[in-house]
Nanobody, 118 residues
Framework: QVQLVESGGALVQSGGSLRLSCAAS????????MDWYRQAPGKQREKVAR???????EYADFVKGRFTLSRDDVKNMMYLEMNSLKPEDTAVYYC????????????WGQGTQVTVSS
């Protein structure tokens, strides 16, 4: 099993910045990819950024140039630095990991709320 815990969500003004954190525990060595998703009220969950199998950071077009993905493998942490925040970035942000535990499993954190006021 893999456990994921997000933190760092807050209320911020438009143009502001936040850093989200995702702490992974359990069988972290089984993790293949890690991602950030978000879900706004009334909308489907969408992928924001991910580390690919080759550890390349990939971003959705709507956050390119504003958000930066990073990780600390010693601490088993993944971070999402969010700059130039817009009201449309308001959502619950989720950390996701795909792990190989015999079969491929998906693990999700509980989410952290980001609210951007105009």
């Amino acid at each position: 099993q893999v456990q994921l815990v997000e933190s760092g969500g807050a209320l911020v003004q438009s143009g502001g910045s936040l850093r989200l954190s995702c702490a992974a525990s359990g069988k972290v060595s089984s993790i293949i990819t890690m991602d950030w998703y978000r879900q706004a009220p009334g909308k489907q969950r969408e992928k924001v950024a991910r580390f690919s199998r080759t550890d390349t950071a990939e971003y959705a077009d709507f956050v390119k140039g504003r958000f930066t993905l990073s990780r600390d493998d010693v601490k088993n942490m993944m971070y999402l630095e969010m700059n130039s925040l817009k009201p449309e970035d308001t959502a619950v942000y989720y950390c996701h990991a795909a792990a190989a535990l015999g079969s491929l499993y998906d693990f999700w954190g509980q989410g952290t709320q980001v609210t951007v006021s105009s």
